[in-house]
């Protein structure tokens, strides 16, 4: 398995386990999966770190897509408010992440080339 589809797959298990989280509140059978969800997506994380992805590109990016899809998702599952002001810090922190990855791969280039 490739690197991009095992985070990938880390964020899923992040953003399940925090919408469960949330579900827990009412249901408290639903921490299983809250603990199921976590300990998955730190695994996935780490395996993606073994295949030598920096790790602020690898947190950026897994931090960054998990608050997205879960501010989304928790939206449209719970109700909860989901506003222009929101979105526009969703989009600050995806920038944010491009920004570490277009650095990342300046001082990889750098590094190189020295």
Known sequence: ??????LAGAIA????????????VAHPGWYAVVV????????????????????GVAYGI???VGVALT???SSVIFGEPFTLLMTAGIALIIGGVL?????????????GGS
Do not use: N, Q
Not at 13 to 24: D, P
């Open 13 to 24: 298990c992040e953003v399940t386990g925090s919408l469960s989280l949330r579900a827990a």
């Open 99 to 111: 920004l570490v990855e277009l650095g990342s791969h300046r001082a990889a280039a750098e590094e």
């Open 62 to 64: 897994w931090g960054a």
């Open 71 to 73: 501010a989304a998702l």
């Open 36 to 55: 199921v969800g976590y300990v998955a997506a730190f695994a996935l994380l780490a395996a993606v770190l073994r295949r030598g992805m920096p790790l």
């Open 1 to 6: 398995m490739t690197t991009w589809p095992l």
